[in-house]
């Protein structure tokens, strides 16, 4: 620690009145560890804070196995943290926090900025000159030569934290789609921000107060929307958002959305000029500009193939401008239903990737349950976090960088439940509320278990746009649905856990309103399908599959790139007609039409199956003891948050088999396994 006079500065190796120092600790760190920040800005507690930054910057190692660092300025009450994976320029100059030229403004970054050599040419014809090659030092100079209208001229995904001592200010941002996470905490004048919540946590002054009214979000949704999280005063930074705080402001506002926010997406090919054969070259040419950027690395780089259309067509891409085999990675199950490497290893056969398969047992699997808690801060209820997790775990054994096919379904319509909730909301609108009554009643009788074995063998016979896996943990959704008509209501219930009705009854409260309904609200007179793929995007997209990866990957110490995000993707994916996506009974028309350039068809046109596990089946088998350990009545009366013969009965119906709730129970399981954890 050094003393109050300062030290030795590691960049410019002046002596500097500030605490400014840096470790590398490369035999003491474990590999399985990627890039994260943290810091605070402070009137009153500089003194107990900078205690803490050294422990919460260490909270965030596995973000970040190759270097650390810490600054500090007692005068102004700002600490700065980092711990980084090297990707970019992997000598000591890329170290962070990094100081400007004149040691008045410092920098911690996490993410990548794709353009940063375009910048740096048009930086340096202004002036500025340049010690390392790395991303961040473009990204400093960006913002001293333009301020905050820098991150309009970023292409890539970040979460920064500037401190500008000219002025005296903390500067956090966001990109504008929420690929990298950004927490912070305001309260009584002090800030503080890091890359997870563990991070704010390792303050030891920060209370751990719980928001209730999060919980019950939670279980509706399987995550706590934006801004909010389990902990009061603690929020996420929205994407496209920033924050500016100095001793007498604090703000926030956006500094940019996503595209089709602005303007409503065509109805009608008249969108794009040329029709769909031009629009497919156009799209061919984005993603080839895309993928070439994001495949710079100083580092071994890979892909995500689950076999699906997304993944095999950016692994398709890499290929094709790389001028070796690309390295892929998927892993297996043993249950048919649940698994999809026999397809990515047809994938990869057929594009001559260099493939890596690993079959997982359920035992790997349940192993990892009980690092979740650990891994996502606050409850997080997507199972699929665990093959998340393994596929990671799996593809940092090889390479440090991976680019996946994240972001396709909320952009190019392929999800099941868009066209299915807007037929729903066609149809039921034009029958008579008594009829549907009807149906509900008639068919709420019809087990789960009956109706999966039906569909088994009716699916072969049915349209395309009908056909779905995992069917018997839809039926329920499908049931209730019969009770509403408005797009809204159908579409919450198609994404929800717990309902509205039942988590009222569960906790006590209703579900607070969020992003999902101003975002609805905001899309009124949209098109059914951009309506709903504009709320997937404010809402699921960011608060669930986004954190979903990156936690994951950063667990295993991988980072992962995701270039159907990229902004010059999804701007110009905002301005595809809904015809182009949408076609035949069957979504993401366009992108199918690109991967068909690359391989055949018959390699992908199979039903969605998405990268699920047997939550259903564990839950009556494998996690039963586990289950029934963490939900038992007398641990959760004396919780007392939730209505315990509720939560007895749903437990009771799914393991005799008469009724379906494996996506509740997991929401309650993890719940509960949060809570022992960190409360």
Known sequence: MPDKKGILCTCCRKRIPICFYAVSWPGQLRKNDMCGVVGFFTQKHFESFHRSLPGATASLAHRGPDDFGIYADASAGVGLGHRRLSILDLSPSGHQPMAS???????????????????RKELEKAGHQFRSDSDTEVILKAYLEWGTACLGRFIGM???AIWDGRSRRLFLARDQMGIKPLYYYYHDGSLIFASELKGILAFREIPKALDTGAVSLFLHYQYIPS???IYQHIFKLLPGHFLICDSETFSIRPWAETPNASSRRPSFPSGISGGESACLDQLQE???RVISDQMVSDVPLGALLSGGIDSSLVAAIMQQVGSRPVRTFSIGFGESEFNEAPWAARVASCLGTSHTELYVTSKDALSAIPRLPEIYDEPFADASAIPSFLVSQLTRSHVTVALSGDGGDEQFCGYTRYWATRAMASGFQRLPESLRAWLYKTLSRVPAAFAGNLYNRLQFVLPSAFRSANFPDKWQKLIAQMNHADLQSLYRISVCLWDRERIERLTGRFPESSRFEQAFDRTMDWPDLSRLMWVDQQTYLTDAMLVKVDRASMAAGLEIRVPLLDQRVVEFASKIPEDFLFQGGKGKHILRGLLSRYIPAALFERPKMGFAIPVSRWLRGELKPMLLDYLDEGRLKREGLFDTSLVAA????????????????WALLMWEMWREKWL
Do not use: Q
């Not at 030229?101 to 910048?119: A, P, Q, R, T």
């Not at 749903?650 to 494996?662: E, F, I, K, Q, Y």
């Open 101 to 119: 030229d004149d040691s008045k403004v410092s920098i911690v970054f996490n993410g990548e900025v794709y353009n940063f050599k375009v910048l």
């Open 158 to 160: 970040f979460a920064l």
């Open 227 to 229: 801004p909010r999280t």
């Open 286 to 288: 984005i993603l080839t």
């Open 650 to 665: 749903t437990v009771s119906d799914h393991l005799s088999g008469r009724a379906n709730h494996p996506h509740r129970l």
